[in-house]
Nanobody, 121 residues
Framework: VQLQASGGGLVQAGDSLTLSCSASRRFFSSNVVGWFRQAPGKEREFVAGIRWGGGRTYYADSVKDRFNIYRDNDEGMVHLQMNSLKPEDTAIYYC???????????????WGQGTLVTVSS
């Protein structure tokens, strides 16, 4: 499965931005799609995840009041809506596919190439 993250860009602090994740095939009910990010010099960290079947979500504490992950059944895509962006949200954002909803990177098998989000102060 090939994943593609898109929608990154340069925004100002306080702005909103929506990222999109598409796959080379349709997502199955058992699939979990996660968003991770990696800032320069830092480890890749979990941001949010969603189970395709049922739509259950899970967020990192640092973003749960600002970000919203949701699925689009018609498009077969998962989006990450990011609100009230902060400079510390600057990172390369990756989407990944797994089967267990959670923050453990080891549970995600397929990874896409990331999209860069830069938040200026």
């Amino acid at each position: 499965v090939q994943l593609q993250a898109s929608g990154g860009g340069l925004v100002q602090a306080g702005d909103s931005l929506t990222l999109s994740c598409s796959a080379s095939r349709r997502f199955f009910s058992s699939n979990v799609v996660g968003w991770f990010r990696q800032a320069p010099g830092k480890e890749r960290e979990f941001v949010a995840g969603i189970r395709w079947g049922g739509g259950r979500t899970y967020y990192a504490d640092s973003v749960k009041d600002r970000f919203n992950i949701y699925r689009d059944n018609d498009e077969g895509m998962v989006h990450l809506q990011m609100n009230s962006l902060k400079p510390e949200d600057t990172a390369i954002y990756y989407c990944a596919l797994g089967s267990t909803l959670g923050s453990n990177k080891q549970n995600y098998v397929h990874w896409g190439q990331g999209t860069l989000v830069t938040v200026s102060s």
